[in-house]
């Protein structure tokens, strides 16, 4: 038995980072990963590798704490579900994706029952953030959440985490931030998807980099969104190897939230635009889901319209 080390499963394109911040806090860390190249990689930066999920369990001390950086939906399930046979009254598991908040209850109830704790933490910042600390949004029982407060500090940038209620709440609140994050990047993509063909019917010529650039220094809508889309036509100008049609692993999760928005009569006008845009896209692709797609391969490495 290896005692004071924590479980990690989930070395992806977040969890890598995470996991690496997590080392170079000096905290013992035990990593799995359905790809065995990504526990090496981690394992060589000073990690302990295990060989299955249930591997991860069997090489902790209880109380056992353990995060889950993977996908959100059935995959949370069946790593649970593994787990459940090694897990045991005063375990914690931390679930670091964007699960929908209602399966986070769900999960959360379940495991309440054999006295095991389950804490939401939304995370967001990207993959710069996994690497230099992310702003975290905490769910689950507010007693258990403090115990763990050295860890959020490690995870969080310069302690950008907050507590914000029980079991599920974290993730509602990471929910809406990306249902916002939809809205907002769709109508920066819109206008400058605007700038672009009125600049080239009128002869302007405009540089939609420099455009970016000056909205990134002190005007009104300044955000990392609008830095990262610089660095898109930085490294691309033409975005002639980016599709304009957007996909994503959270779009159903979106139009849930839009429908809950509604049945507590929120009409949600932009967000919900945004969503249909997304998935008109996938039809017809658009200009300006080229320029979404460049931003978020820059703040989260997605490459997902290539499938």
């Known amino acids: 038995m290896i005692k004071k080390k924590l479980g990690f499963i989930g070395l992806g394109k977040m969890g890598a980072g995470i996991a690496e911040r997590i080392i170079h806090s000096k905290l013992p ?11 090496n990689k981690i394992v060589k930066k000073g990690a302990c590798g295990s060989k299955s999920i249930e591997d991860v369990a069997l090489k902790l001390a209880d109380p056992k704490l353990i995060i889950l950086c993977v996908p959100a939906g059935k995959t949370i399930d069946e790593i649970i579900n593994q787990l459940s046979l090694y897990l045991s009254s005063g375990d914690t598991l931390i679930d670091l994706g964007n699960s929908f908040y209602k399966d986070t209850q769900r999960r959360s109830e379940n495991l309440k029952k054999r006295g095991i704790n389950f804490i939401d933490a939304g995370m967001s ?20 959440v403090s115990k763990l407060e050295y860890l959020f500090e490690i995870l969080s940038f310069e302690g950008s985490y907050k507590y914000l209620g029980k079991s ?9 931030h990306n249902l916002i994050e939809y809205g907002y990047l769709q109508s920066l993509a819109e206008g400058l998807e605007s700038l672009s063909a009125i600049s080239k019917k009128e002869s302007i010529n405009l540089s939609l980099e420099k455009v970016c650039d000056i909205w990134s220094k002190g005007s009104i809508i300044e955000s990392r969104l609008v830095s990262d889309i610089k660095k898109a036509f930085e490294k691309d100008p033409s975005l002639e190897d980016i599709s304009g049609s957007v996909y994503g692993q959270t779009l159903k999760e979106m139009q849930k939230l839009i429908s809950i928005a509604n049945k507590s009569k929120v009409k949600i ?39």
């Not at 860390?29 to 526990?39: G, L, P, R, S, T």
């Not at 949004?137 to 507010?142: E, L, Q, Y």
Request: glycine fraction near 16%; charged fraction near 30%; aromatic fraction near 8%.
């Open 29 to 39: 860390i035990i990593v799995y990963d359905f790809k065995k190249e990504n526990i």
């Open 125 to 144: 910042g990207g993959i710069d953030g996994a690497r230099n600390g992310a702003c975290l949004m905490i769910g689950g029982d507010k007693k258990e």
């Open 168 to 176: 599920g709440a974290g993730h509602l609140v990471k929910g809406y």
């Open 269 to 307: 006008y932009s967000c919900k635009a945004a969503v249909k845009a997304r998935m008109d896209s996938q039809k017809k692709p658009t200009y300006s889901g080229k320029i979404i797609n460049a931003a978020r391969n820059i703040f989260g490495g997605h490459t997902d319209w290539k499938k």
